[in-house]
Nanobody
Framework: QVQVVESGGDSVQPGGSLRLSCAAS????????MGWYRQAPGKQRELVGS???????EYVDSVKGRFTISRDNAKKMVYLQMNSLEPDDTAVYYC??????????????WGQGTQVTVSS
């Protein structure tokens, strides 16, 4: 059994900052890629950015220079630092982890999401 839990979502004004956290627990042998997705009302879920096990990151163009993904492998956590937030960043943010369990099953695990609202 693997659990993935996001936290840190909140309501902020434009230009503000938030830091999202995602914690994984359970029968985890290894975590490969870690990613953050978001889904705004009426829109499809999109990849915001990802980080490999080696620390390489990629971001969607709309957040480059504003968002930063980092990970702590020992704690099985991934973070999303969001600066200069804009109303278009309003969405539910989801964590996605490529996990190998202790029984060597490999699959994508999702969290339940955390709401980010950017509004004046």
């Amino acid at each position: 059994q693997v659990q993935v839990v996001e936290s840190g979502g909140d309501s902020v004004q434009p230009g503000g900052s938030l830091r999202l956290s995602c914690a994984a627990s359970g029968n985890i042998y290894r975590i490969y890629d870690m990613g953050w997705y978001r889904q705004a009302p009426g829109k499809q879920r999109e990849l915001v950015g990802s980080i490999t096990s080696g620390g390489n990151t990629e971001y969607v163009d709309s957040v480059k220079g504003r968002f930063t993904i980092s990970r702590d492998n020992a704690k099985k956590m991934v973070y999303l630092q969001m600066n200069s937030l804009e109303p278009d960043d309003t969405a539910v943010y989801y964590c996605n982890l490529e996990i190998v369990t202790t029984t060597f099953r490999r699959y994508d695990a999702w969290g339940q999401g955390t709401q980010v609202t950017v509004s004046s």
